[in-house]
């Protein structure tokens, strides 16, 4: 079993981003793109998501599910597949643009529980959405470019590539695994972050939950 939720987020810079609720959001170092999938890329701590989109500025459609334990894979209709860590300090994420001009507030089923979350990340249409660029959708058109994010909870662990098949991702892409994620891993599983520093919502926050909100109050 698993919740779902659709949506059709605004992003920039080639790129959205997943970072706790309530907390500053980072920017990633040169240490941490080191040896990048060409896909997604987390910072040293696992609180900070970015994931490279082939659209330039504009919609992706995402799809996000939870699951209580790893689902089963599924690599036909993607073209890219990674997974990677991500510590989720009070259950609830913020989803959408680099910017925070529009962000999608979610609650995760664990209410104030600081817990690791296993990320999946798929992708496909990348490509056809580099060549055309900016691509701002009304209700009803339809986007070149969709996301699925599956999310269990689980204990940090290196990154797994289990699909990288386009060519945005071939243009940045490092053959190598990312040399610091096992050693961000260990640092972050002995010790946790602490709780980031809260900080009021942007104005335009449209909010979804994948349970209500009181899931997320103690």
Avoid: F
């Avoid at 980072?26 to 989109?53: F, H, P, Q, R």
């Avoid at 009070?90 to 690791?116: K, S």
């Avoid at 055309?132 to 996301?147: P, Y």
């Amino acid at each position: 079993m698993s919740d779902q939720r659709d949506m059709r987020i605004s992003m920039s810079h080639s790129q959205y981003v997943l970072y706790g609720a309530h907390a500053e959001p980072v920017e990633l170092t040169a240490e941490d793109l080191t040896g990048g999938n060409g896909l997604v890329s987390v910072n040293s701590a696992g609180t900070y998501i970015s994931v490279m989109t082939g659209t330039s500025w504009g919609n992706v459609d995402l799809t996000i599910q939870v699951t209580k334990e790893e689902p089963a894979q599924h690599v036909d209709g993607w073209n890219e597949i990674v997974d990677v860590s991500m510590h989720v300090p009070l259950g609830e994420l913020n989803i959408g643009d680099v910017t925070a001009d529009c962000i999608e507030e979610l609650c995760l089923p664990t209410g104030n529980e600081p817990r690791w979350w296993r990320v999946r990340v798929h992708a496909r249409g990348r490509d056809a959405a580099a060549e055309e660029g900016d691509m701002w959708a009304e209700e009803g058109d339809t986007v070149l470019e969709q996301h699925l994010l599956q999310l269990w909870p689980a204990p940090p662990a290196p990154e797994v590539r289990h699909k990288l098949t386009d060519e945005v991702g071939a243009n940045v892409r490092n053959p190598d695994l990312d040399q610091h994620t096992p050693a961000k891993a260990a640092k972050a599983q002995a010790a946790p972050p602490e709780q980031p520093r809260s900080y009021p919502l942007p104005h335009h926050t449209v909010t979804t939950s994948l349970h209500t909100h009181d899931s997320c109050e103690q």
